[in-house]
């Protein structure tokens, strides 16, 4: 069966939560073999560990920056010793989710953007220190979230994934030549995402990985417009179930096979995320290339 990796899921997330073993299970039924947890908080901390824990999946630990505004100084002290904790345990993969968000008007001035900042440098010196890649949070942040990268990059080149990355071609080629993948989601499903379903046709295979962001970021199949809401069609839900039906239209985007977008991904999410090689059961498999 084609293997696929959900490389940022929220497993924990209210909406997934209650029955996030039947979400498993249905996303392993499809050949979702592997899904990555970030946090978003310090309070949502055990929550992703036990859940990666339980179903043999992987977390990462950090702040995400629209939890920013409630969260305290001490809380980044606390993700440093939870990354020094858990250093041994193979499922902890990465640092995130952490990022800029400059889409919300409110944390785009003034304190909440400088504490934004704040914590976004502070987690990427932390990531360095705990020798571990990043998983970002991009949103109208590119350039300052490369500026970042830059100036902590401290010689070595960055591991990690620009997750829903919805940027520019040049911003793109940036975070690439800075050893970062792109998380591709539900987004460029839609016909109307011009750029960005460019950027996935002709980005070079090497820089993609593919995620579903559940429960947010829903794929088109999933979306109802105003017309359908008015009529009481529920939005679908939006689950790691739906990972290889996206990378199927990725594969049609691209001229491959959905097996040969599989493969191609899984090794890149590898090398984005090198600690999964110790989770994943069947890493034999994955290195051929496509
Ligand atoms: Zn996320």
């Not at 016909?191 to 980005?203: H, P, V, Y």
Request: glycine share 6%; with cysteine; hydrophobic share 45%.
């Amino acid at each position: 069966m084609t293997f696929w990796i959900d490389t940022h899921c929220h497993l924990d997330a209210a909406e997934l939560a209650p029955d996030a073993p039947a979400v498993r299970a249905r996303a392993t039924a499809r050949g979702v073999a592997h899904c990555v947890l970030p946090a978003v908080a310090v309070g949502n901390f055990d929550a992703v560990r036990q859940l990666a824990q339980d179903a043999g999946d992987s977390y990462a630990l950090g702040i995400h920056p629209l939890y920013v505004a409630q969260a305290a100084d001490a809380d980044l002290a606390r993700l440093d010793a939870e990354l020094w904790r858990y250093r041994a345990d193979p499922h902890l993969v990465a640092v995130g989710e952490i990022g800029l968000d400059f889409f919300v008007p409110e944390l785009c001035q003034g304190p909440l953007r400088e504490r934004q900042e704040y914590f976004y440098v502070e987690q990427l010196k932390l990531a360095r220190k705990h020798d571990l890649p990043v998983l970002l949070h991009v949103r109208r942040s590119a350039d300052r979230l490369l500026k970042g990268l830059r100036a902590h990059a401290s010689g070595k080149p960055w591991r990690g994934i620009a997750h829903a990355f919805n940027g520019s071609e040049q911003q793109a080629h940036a975070f690439i030549a800075l050893g970062l993948k792109l998380g591709f989601g539900g987004a460029f499903t839609y016909e109307r995402a011009l750029q960005l379903r460019r950027l996935a046709a002709a980005l070079p295979i090497e820089a993609l990985v593919l995620e579903t962001d559940a429960p947010d970021m829903p794929p088109r199949w999933l979306y109802q417009g105003a017309v359908e809401r008015a009529a009481g069609v529920p939005q679908g839900r939006n689950e790691p179930a739906e990972l290889p039906r996206i990378g199927a239209e990725l594969a049609t985007l691209r001229g491959l096979s959905a097996q040969e977008l599989a493969r191609a991904t899984t090794r890149n999410a590898l090398l984005a995320l090198p600690r999964l090689a110790s989770s994943i059961a069947v890493p034999a498999r994955v290195p051929d290339a496509i």
